[in-house]
């Protein structure tokens, strides 16, 4: 499951870079020389950092409200070639101004920062002068989600919010026309996504902000001067579907791109939206062992468990068949459906206190999370996520939010209860919550910096959840019981298969049914899941390998810190110091750490 900061990180990768304003006068750069003491490098370097974060918000707002940043809300990007000029000017600039300062006199904590900056900065170019998916990805043009964020979003009374809504439909109709311009050579699946999700989008000019004005306090006057605008909203949208479509019917005959990117992109991409020790190739491979000793794991447990819950039936001869028949059979095992919300309630201080008694991280007793039902305006599918503060709102609660099966038929809550079973739903707990996400943003929040969390590394956040998990059951919690362990083998096998997929499909040409097969067969995984699975592999590339590399990287460093340290090596300690880097690329955290334990 994802945070809700993940999701604001994945938006990074489609963000088609910064440009500067031509109407503001550049500043002089300051030019920290390499002599001046580190003492004047930070304070510089601090400088920079409030200056960059505030013209890449004036070149783009719309990123900016995603991050709570609501100074440009009015003001709206057209993605046409002049936006790209200011974007490389405005890139250029940062990466002569981040080359002045010396890392090492630098802060670790500011040392991250730059990092960040420069990775978010090269990246950024990458995307526009390689990859270049605003030719092929049409599902990258959608106006819906910031109209309907700056509506939803309660940030300053719904009148001005409308005025921010009025500026930006201007610039409708030019956006969908640049977006024309440059889609040179789609994919077929991301045409139809596209189509798909621009239907979607008519709803929110058709209906939503209609409603919204006529519940504010607008003048008749003002409120008529929406009409032609909204009117041209959605013949730009139409007509984006319409050319969308009959583009589609000639790309059907050939001429389409494959939506696989093959080797030499997929390697470069890993590297800009990983930032691993890894290749993609050599993380695909540690996949592939991960999910041999799993199974082996696995048929152990099952061979074990056997006798005990079926004493009377013979075990299937093939050993995976046997493993699937156990985990169904111990599925059953799950709370009711009116229960579910109170037993995540009851389990958290449990698990809290847990960690306490045996020492295995730092917790802070002054930022207590709330467990609280998702509410309704964020429900979409059921599910458990924890609602992280944003970066400019970081004193906020933290709540971890848990949908009430309310929506669901019988047979939905059934299956979804059956997944979500007595084992599972601690081991969910542990991931979203504790020692995962919430302990994980706790921490990075003690170093407070706009930087980290704006740019924070998603595998690590995300692998430091999943390690997270491992730790636990492997200091004792659950008591080291069989079926704990099938389970969660059976849970981390998906953020493998999820790996192995995605390098598959994109380097390797596997097939649907051999996707399936791996997911279903392989991974013990329904049906309904794995074709959403499958789906999603075809419309991104890399981030579903993200947990697993987070995870690897994570674990193996902590390995490598008890070798070389002995009896020294202390959990809880090395705990609280990696986390206290924030939300930074594990390769960077790696070399900071062992520079300051002197280890390297
Ligand atoms: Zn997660
Ligand atoms: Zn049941």
């Known amino acids: 499951m994802k945070t809700q900061l993940i999701a604001g990180l ?37 400088n920079f950092k409030k200056r960059f974060l505030e013209e890449l918000w004036a ?17 709206m990007e057209v993605p046409n070639a002049e936006s790209a000029k200011k974007s490389i000017a405005f890139e250029n600039k940062i990466l002569q101004q981040l080359n002045v300062f010396d890392i090492n006199k630098l802060s670790p904590s500011n040392a991250v920062d730059w990092e960040l900056i420069k990775n978010q900065i090269e990246s950024s170019q990458w995307y526009r002068e390689v990859f270049k998916s605003r030719e092929w990805n049409p599902s990258s043009y959608n106006v819906a989600g910031i109209f309907g964020l700056i509506l939803s979003t309660d940030y300053k009374p719904l009148d001005e919010r409308l005025s921010a809504i009025s500026s930006r439909l201007d610039k409708i109709p030019a956006y969908y026309r640049a ?17 798909q999700q621009n239907k979607g989008a008519l709803g929110i000019f058709e209906t939503s902000i209609p409603a919204s004005i006529e519940k504010s306090t607008l003048t008749a006057e003002q409120k008529k001067a929406f009409q032609p605008k909204l009117q041209a909203a959605v013949t730009a949208i139409n007509g984006y579907i ?6 589609r019917a000639t790309l059907a005959d050939g001429g389409a791109k494959d939506f696989r990117i093959g080797d030499e992109l997929y390697e470069q991409k890993f590297k800009h939206d990983i930032v691993s020790d890894f290749t993609g190739k050599q993380l695909y491979q540690k996949a592939l062992e991960s999910k041999a000793q799993l199974h082996t794991e696995m048929i152990r447990i099952t061979n074990q468990l056997w006798p005990t819950y079926f004493p009377n039936t013979e075990k299937p001869s093939e050993p995976l068949v046997a493993v699937k028949k156990m985990i169904d059979h111990l599925s059953a095992k ?26 295995l991280i730092e917790m802070d007793a002054s930022r207590p999370l709330v467990v609280r039902e998702t509410p309704e305006y964020q429900r979409g599918v059921a599910g458990a996520s924890v609602n992280a503060p944003g970066p400019y709102d970081a004193t906020a609660n933290t709540y971890y939010n848990v949908t009430p099966l309310d929506n669901y038929n019988d047979e939905q809550a059934e299956s979804y209860l059956r997944e979500y079973n007595h084992w599972i739903l601690q081991i969910l707990n542990i991931h979203e919550a504790m ?23 998603g595998a690590m956040i995300e692998g430091w959840a999943v390690y997270s998990e491992k ?32 390098y598959e499909i994109q380097v390797k040409g596997l097939s649907k049914e051999d996707g399936l097969d791996l997911l279903m067969n392989q991974a013990f995984q329904e049906r309904t899941e794995a074709e959403g699975k499958w789906r999603r592999a075809t419309l991104s590339q890399v981030q579903l390998t993200s947990y697993f590399n987070g995870f690897a990287e994570i674990y193996a460093f902590r390995e490598e810190l008890k070798q070389k340290m002995g009896d020294k090596f202390n959990l809880k300690e090395f705990h609280n110091k990696f986390l206290s880097y924030g939300n930074a690329p594990v390769p960077v955290i790696k070399r900071l750490m062992l520079t300051d334990l002197g280890l390297n």
């Open 59 to 75: 070149n783009n707002p719309t990123y900016g409200v995603y991050v709570g940043y609501y100074k440009h809300d009015h003001e």
């Open 242 to 247: 319409t050319w969308l479509e009959q583009k």
């Open 334 to 359: 799950h709370v009711s459906r009116d229960e579910f919300v109170n037993e995540v309630k009851r389990q958290m201080p449990i698990i809290e206190q847990y960690i306490l008694d045996n020492d």
């Open 435 to 457: 020692p995962g996400h919430y302990t994980q943003l706790m921490h990075a929040n003690k170093s407070a910096s706009l930087i980290k969390s704006i740019f924070g590394n």
């Open 471 to 502: 730790m636990m059951l492997e200091s004792g919690y659950g008591n080291n019981e069989p079926e704990m362990w099938l389970m969660y083998s059976k849970w981390n096998l998906r953020v493998v298969a999820n790996t192995i997929l995605d």
């Open 10 to 46: 994945l938006s990074l990768a489609i963000i088609p870079g910064c440009g500067q304003s031509p109407s503001e006068p550049t500043k002089p750069a300051e030019a920290p020389s390499t002599t001046v003491k580190a003492a004047d490098q930070n304070a510089l370097f601090e």
């Open 179 to 195: 977006a024309i311009d440059n889609l040179t050579t789609p994919t077929l699946e991301h045409t139809d996504l596209a189509i």
